[in-house]
Nanobody, 123 residues
């Protein structure tokens, strides 16, 4: 599976961005997708995850709840992270990852990773 993340950019505090993660090489529908981020000098952290298939199950880190929405479109082999009300502390390189079927919050549980996309939020 190859993952391509995109959609990062520079926004002001309170702004919005929509990250995309497009997959190739395997039936996307059987993959759970996660988003992680890593800020300079900090450890990588979980942001959000969505289950395979219809994406009925989602999970978010506490700081993302109410502001971020993860979704998927299996017909396009894509997953998305809609980020609203962005804060400077959301600035990081965001990575999408995939694993079979079941969503997970630990990076070690994901076998497929895309390249990062940089999000910068200015105050």
């Amino acid at each position: 599976v190859q993952l391509q993340a995109s959609g990062g950019g520079s926004v002001q505090e309170g702004g919005s961005l929509r990250l995309s993660c497009v997959a190739s090489g395997r039936t996307f529908g059987v993959l759970a997708v996660g988003w992680f981020r890593q800020a300079p000098g900090k450890e990588q952290e979980f942001v959000a995850t969505i289950s395979s298939g219809s994406g009925r199950i989602t999970n978010y880190t506490d700081s993302a709840k109410g502001r971020f929405t993860i979704s998927r479109d299996n017909a396009k082999s894509a997953a998305y992270l809609q980020m609203n009300d962005l804060k400077p502390e959301d600035s990081a390189v965001y990575y999408c990852a995939a694993r079979a079927l079941i969503p997970a919050t630990a990076a070690k549980d994901y076998g497929f990773w895309g390249q990062g996309t940089l999000v910068t939020v200015s105050s």
